[in-house]
């Protein structure tokens, strides 16, 4: 049985924005904090309030800042292991007529499949990691509210008189 359930995100309200490092763009971002508050639903129907929640997004791209983008290394020497059995079952078994393309596609694919993996997790450069990207972002020091034009009240949390967003 298909289920159709998801998220609703009811009122989202900008609170915040900052400068930071936005994994999905490889670039130092504007990103922004939004409330909602959010309903699971089933079926379209709202059955579970969640409660407000708050998320950055990046500006540019819509993502999360620091989601990340890539198949983390891990998952990567986990895939090469599943191709290193899967090469050694298909040799080992015998080929059954009724699946004698299958048979020997896999006795090709994934020895090939887990060299080329293997040159990969053993040759591809690690890049710098998130907090060293975060190191190089300058903080947000604008006096000007960005989403409403209106000049920021300057205090310790610098906010604006309007739409109440703080400057982090």
């Not at 159709?4 to 670039?27: E, V």
């Not at 990046?58 to 990340?68: D, I, L, N, R, S």
């Not at 499949?113 to 890049?127: C, E, F, K, N, R």
């Amino acid at each position: 049985m298909l289920l159709i359930n998801g998220l609703y995100q009811i009122r989202p309200r900008r609170l915040a924005f900052r400068n930071d490092y936005c994994l999905s763009c490889a670039a130092p971002r504007r990103v922004i904090q939004v409330r909602t508050f959010d309903v699971w639903y089933l079926f379209w129907i709202p059955l579970l309030p969640l409660g407000f929640w708050k998320r950055w997004f990046c500006t540019v791209c819509g993502h999360q800042p620091h989601a990340g983008t890539k198949i983390r290394r891990p998952f990567k020497w986990a895939g090469l292991a599943v191709l290193v059995t899967l090469s050694i079952m298909s040799w080992g078994a015998s080929i059954s007529p009724d699946f004698y393309v299958g048979s020997w596609v896999f006795r090709i694919g994934a020895p090939i499949g887990a060299a080329i993996l293997l040159l990969h997790l053993i040759y591809a450069p690690q890049g710098p990691s998130l907090k060293e990207m975060l190191e190089s972002v300058q903080p947000a020091t604008e006096t000007v509210c960005p989403f409403c034009g209106i000049q920021m009240i300057l205090s310790p949390q610098c906010c604006c008189p309007s739409c109440g967003v703080v400057r982090r």
